[in-house]
């Protein structure tokens, strides 16, 4: 019975489908072995691993000291901030703090005291690693929320930055922007980057005090709003492209631009009231491990991930060596309920093969030294390979000489591991790698070639250092994307890939500027836009978007005149008509 219950507690886990474990002891034919299974570590709050900056220098109040004001009583400036009292600081680690019962503790900002030059603060969080959100971003703000705020991201430690979503209390004026919600974002658009007015409008500094990034109305898109159809959110993170990566991130950083004002316009008589407070920053996620581990640990102050699958690195993605049999890979969520672990092959010993062209002795010559083949291939031990030492020092022939050199003079053929192949230049005088693999290219098969990029949490040794940049061939110039995986987009075109349209296009093999839309562009005269592509004019109106007025003799009030237009006066006669009353007038003696 106790092994029962013992085996039922063991798969327990696994049939709950939380990707939680990553392989089990079973037996088979051949006897025990591990089996392995897709897997990630728990969902955890990463504020409590992070490292923030806030910039510019001196935006942190207090230094010198001064005094401010509170929206609802902008008189009573009876609140001090005074970075050397300890009582008085606002500092930033006050973001992440655990606050007990009682007054919240909160960073502060200078107030706009400099106006009308822009009060702007960065506050950037990082993780020196690739993390993952699973829940709603929420910022707490003790004295207004922005009334407008940009949230970025970086996928590369903070190198490169793109935004994430956008706040204000107008998205039209403040990014040329129509808002939108999460929450009526289609399944296809559900990694869309957007602009939203619902955290930026003023409802009082203490009533609404709430920022959020929603990642879980996001989610719900697939999942349901109770968040139960969880093998369908999984099989979407797989199939739809660069949604995964969409919630991705080594860094966020917060650009807030202009403070709260109050619900009113700027009052010059009082700037010490407008001033950014943060008292709280809740991020949920986990360690991405790319599904190869179930636990991440902290090391040297960083996250790691505890790899397994026989792989390595801080994100799990690379192969250890000697387990390179095959490509590294992601895990994968399918098929449920337990994935694909996409483990890393145990591989055998390997010699590497350097070749050196036109080193044969000429025709009718003896070659001296040992033996060669004829294409004067040398067998070797190869760096990123090794293999057991032979029992004798191996020799090559040097370029156009019958000198037999010590193959210890050529030590610069490195080539990571992309080729076992070199070459010599003889008039570069250069040793190079010859037929990289890997999509690699270069002297020393260090760089992509042209259509891939740097995968930036791989060594130069990896097998999937070089990633398809995947542009997509309609909305991209042209194959080839930057050193973050970005390509560059046709007019119009936005996205990583550019395979999405700005929100002023809509997408026809191709993007398109919008004929129509429901902010600016709109149908005039009772018109309706079908899909920003046109208006479609209800009867006895025309025109791109309804504004020309036409005749339209099937109504039945005759419709408008169709012999003139409209805002006219009649025709005049034609000159027919004219000739006819002058004759019948010159008859009846007029």
Request: aromatic residues 8%.
């Amino acid at each position: 019975m106790l092994p029962l219950l013992a085996l039922f507690l063991h798969c327990l886990p696994l049939a709950s489908g939380d990707y939680d474990i990553c392989k089990s002891w079973v037996t088979t034919d051949e006897g025990p072995t591990w089996e392995f299974y897709a897997c990630q570590p728990k969902v955890m709050r990463l504020k409590d691993y992070v490292k923030v900056k806030v910039e510019p220098s001196g935006i942190t109040c207090g230094d010198p000291p001064e005094r401010f004001c509170s929206h609802e009583n902008p008189y009573l400036c009876s609140n001090e901030c005074d970075a050397s009292n300890p009582d008085l600081a606002h500092p930033p680690r006050l973001m992440f703090d655990r606050e007990d019962e009682g007054l919240a503790t909160y960073w502060q900002s200078v107030p706009w005291s400099r106006y009308p030059s822009p009060l702007e603060a960065n506050i950037t969080l990082s993780w020196n690693k690739s993390v993952e959100l699973t829940d709603d971003v929420v910022v707490t703000f003790e004295y207004g929320r922005p009334t407008a705020m940009v949230l970025e991201k970086s996928l590369d430690n903070g190198r490169t930055w793109h935004p994430y979503q956008f706040y204000a209390e107008d998205c039209t004026e403040a990014f040329g922007m129509a808002p939108r919600r999460a929450r009526d974002l289609p399944a296809s658009g559900a990694h869309r980057v957007l602009c939203t007015e619902e955290y930026s409008r003023w409802a009082g500094s203490k009533k609404e005090k709430h920022v959020r990034f929603e990642v879980r109305d996001r989610l719900a898109i697939f999942a349901g709003p109770d968040m139960r159809n969880m093998g369908n959110l999984y099989t979407r993170l797989e199939s739809a492209k660069g949604l995964k990566d969409f919630f991705t991130l080594t860094d966020l950083r917060m650009r807030l631009l202009r403070p709260a004002l109050g619900g009113t316009y700027v009052q010059r008589e009082n700037l010490y009231k407008y001033f950014y407070a943060i008292s709280n920053i809740e991020v949920i996620g986990r360690c991405k491990c790319n599904l190869h581990a179930s636990l991440c640990s902290v090391r040297e102050g960083s996250l790691q991930c505890e790899c397994e699958h026989n792989t390595t690195g801080p994100d799990c993605g690379k192969c250890k060596r000697n387990f390179r049999t095959r490509s590294w890979r992601a895990g994968s969520y399918l098929p449920l309920p337990h994935g694909s672990p996409n483990a890393c092959a145990a591989a055998g010993s390997a010699v590497g093969k350097w070749i050196r062209p036109s080193t044969a002795a000429p025709l009718g010559e003896s070659s001296p030294g040992p033996q060669m083949p004829s294409s004067a291939e040398v067998v070797g031990t190869f760096a990123a390979a090794p293999a057991p030492a032979p029992a004798s020092r191996p020799f090559q022939l040097k370029p156009k000489s019958a000198e037999v050199v010590p193959i210890e003079e050529f030590q610069d053929c490195e080539c990571y591991g992309h080729s076992n192949r070199c070459s010599y230049i003889d008039f570069l005088n250069v040793v190079t790698c010859v037929s990289c693999k890997h999509n690699t290219r270069g002297q020393h098969c260090q760089h992509c070639r042209l259509g891939y990029y740097r995968n930036g949490s791989a060594e130069l040794d990896d097998e999937n250092v070089c990633i398809e940049c995947n542009c997509n061939q309609i909305g991209s110039v042209h194959d080839r994307c930057n050193e973050t995986g970005f390509c560059e987009c046709r007019e119009g075109a936005a996205g990583p890939k550019c395979d999405d349209c700005l929100p002023t296009h809509y997408w026809r093999q191709g993007c398109y500027p919008n004929v129509c839309d429901d902010d600016q562009l709109l149908c005039q005269n009772g018109g309706t836009c079908l899909q920003n592509q046109r208006c479609a004019c209800p009867r006895g109106y025309t025109g791109v978007r309804c504004e020309q007025p036409r005749c339209d003799p099937a109504a039945e009030d005759g419709g408008l005149d169709c012999d003139r237009a409209p805002g006219t006066a009649p025709r005049p006669a034609t000159l027919l008509g004219c000739l006819l009353l002058l004759g019948l007038a010159a008859r009846l003696g007029c």
